[in-house]
């Protein structure tokens, strides 16, 4: 079975940039999330979808940050425009049935670096 | 609100030995409790879990916790440690019943095995 696909890897830009990252979930999962996760800190939970209805986005920058799941399958996550500070690792992570008891399934993270 | 405290940034032991990885939480509920390991540039894994049931919860890779509900701890602990379980090892706590599957994770413990 294939995991959380997420893409790119790594990403270099230029502040003021646009940058999107792309996210395909385990098939069958319901429940995306999207994870903030700076150097030397825990995620932190940016957005999350049950199929394509954000029930909680209470923690995304709305001014430059937006995030869409069409279909109620694949998701993208903007930032425009990007700043220094949002040089981070965003999680990308699936769950079944809500999640409730816990186990999300991660990607590999796509980390972004702006200069 | 939950809240997740991992005191310890960092753990050096020495191959073979045991190790306990500490976690405190904080909660006006009943809670879930999780570790998770994130091994260098992969995402997190679910280690092991607590629902109900006994307290003491065995995880893969020889990991165990114990939750104690007096203590509001939940450490992870592995009796012989292998350069291999050099990682970061997140806990994390959702409401029981609450917003079904939000996870709050802890800054992460950094196990640094070595030879």
């Known amino acids: 079975e294939a995991g959380v696909v997420q893409s790119p890897r790594y990403k270099i830009i230029e502040k003021k940039q646009p940058v999107a990252f792309w996210c395909n979930p385990i098939s069958g999962h319901n429940t995306l999330y999207w994870y903030l996760q700076n150097l030397g800190q825990g995620p932190e939970l940016l957005i999350r979808?049950?199929?394509?209805?954000?029930?909680?986005d209470s923690q995304l920058p709305k001014d430059r940050f937006s995030a869409e799941r069409l279909k109620g399958v694949d998701s993208t996550l903007k930032i425009q425009p990007a700043e220094l500070g949002d040089s981070a690792v965003y999680l990308c992570?699936?769950?079944?049935?809500?999640?409730?008891?816990?186990?999300?399934?991660f990607g590999e993270g796509s980390r972004l670096t702006v200069l | 609100a939950q809240s997740v405290t991992q005191l310890d940034s960092q753990v050096p032991v020495f191959e073979e030995a045991p190790v306990e990885l500490r976690c405190n939480y904080s909660?006006?509920?009943?809670?879930?409790l999780f570790w998770y390991v994130q091994y260098p540039n992969q995402g997190l894994q679910l280690l092991l879990k607590?629902?109900?049931?006994?307290?003491l919860v065995k995880g893969i890779n020889g990991f165990e916790a114990e939750f104690n509900k007096s203590q509001t701890s939940f450490h992870l602990r592995k009796p012989s440690v292998h350069i291999s379980d050099t990682a970061e090892y997140f806990c994390?706590?959702?409401?029981?019943?609450?917003?079904?599957?939000?996870?709050?994770f802890g800054t992460g413990t950094l196990l640094a095995v070595q030879p």
């Open positions: 994390a706590v959702s409401a029981r019943g609450g917003a079904t599957n939000k996870l709050i």
């Open positions: 607590y629902l109900s049931g006994s307290t």
């Open positions: 992570a699936s769950s079944q049935g809500g999640g409730r008891t816990g186990e999300l399934f």
């Open positions: 979808y049950e199929n394509e209805e954000a029930v909680d």
């Open positions: 909660s006006s509920v009943s809670v879930y």
